[in-house]
């Protein structure tokens, strides 16, 4: 079935520092990619999406590509702020059913 | 996008009572949720698929008779935690899907259930 892998955290960065969180997957056919952000005692909010290969999703200053030829979704930020501390999952599904997260990466930064 | 709400954020109960949680979608009518439990920071873990109307779908190794859930309406659906025990602590999130249209999940907020 279809699985999705992220690097493990915890992730400890300082502010203004340089973030990528590693996401690779396996699944049959194109699926959709996702980003989501849980911030401390929420439930989950989309930070970014990619439907087809070649696909750049952004937001907020993160960034992802959909890498067919790497089945990856690798997702990046130039510059993170103390705000952006948080758990981020990497996701996939098909015509938005069928939902496959990763194990999620937590990242903290520091002032 | 859809905008869904739980209700409540939190919730202590006595070890042997049950728990109710709703999840209401405010702007979207959702023909079908999803319901998630999470362990302390570990990933969402997928319980069961709620159909307005039916039965609910529920994951291998869920309990069926200790989760109960109703979706009676197309902007409602319920969890109800019977008979809970500490081990049913945890973080329980909602959702739904924009279908193809949006092609992503929309989450609730979240509750937490902390059972004594």
């Known amino acids: 079935g279809d699985s999705v892998t992220q690097m493990e955290g915890p992730v400890t960065l300082s502010e203004e520092a340089f973030l990528t969180i590693n996401c690779t997957y396996t699944?049959?056919?194109?699926?959709?990619l996702f980003w989501y952000v849980q911030y401390p005692g929420e439930g989950l909010q989309l930070l970014l999406k990619a439907t087809k290969a070649d696909d750049k999703g952004s937001n907020k200053g993160f960034e992802a590509t959909y890498r067919k030829e790497t089945t990856s979704f690798h997702l990046e930020k130039g510059s993170v702020q103390v705000s952006d501390s948080a758990v981020y999952f990497c996701a996939l599904s098909h015509y938005g059913q069928n939902f496959v997260f990763g194990p999620g990466t937590r990242l903290s930064v520091l002032p | 996008g859809a905008v869904v709400s739980q209700h409540p954020s939190w919730v202590i109960c006595k070890s042997g009572t049950s728990v109710k949680i709703e999840c209401r979608s405010l702007d979207f009518q959702a023909t079908t949720m999803f319901w998630y439990r999470q362990f302390p920071k570990q990933s969402l873990m997928l319980m069961a698929t709620?159909?307005?109307?039916?039965?609910?779908?529920?994951e291998q190794g869920v309990e069926k008779d200790k989760f109960l859930i109703n979706h009676a309406s197309l902007t409602l659906s319920t969890l109800t935690v019977t008979s809970a025990h500490p081990e049913d602590s945890s973080f329980y999130i909602c959702?739904?899907?924009?279908?193809?249209?949006?092609?992503?999940?929309?989450f609730g907020e979240g509750s937490r259930l902390t059972v004594l």
């Open positions: 699944a049959t056919g194109y699926p959709s």
């Open positions: 709620s159909n307005e109307g039916s039965k609910a779908t529920y």
């Open positions: 959702s739904l899907s924009g279908g193809m249209n949006t092609g992503e999940l929309f």
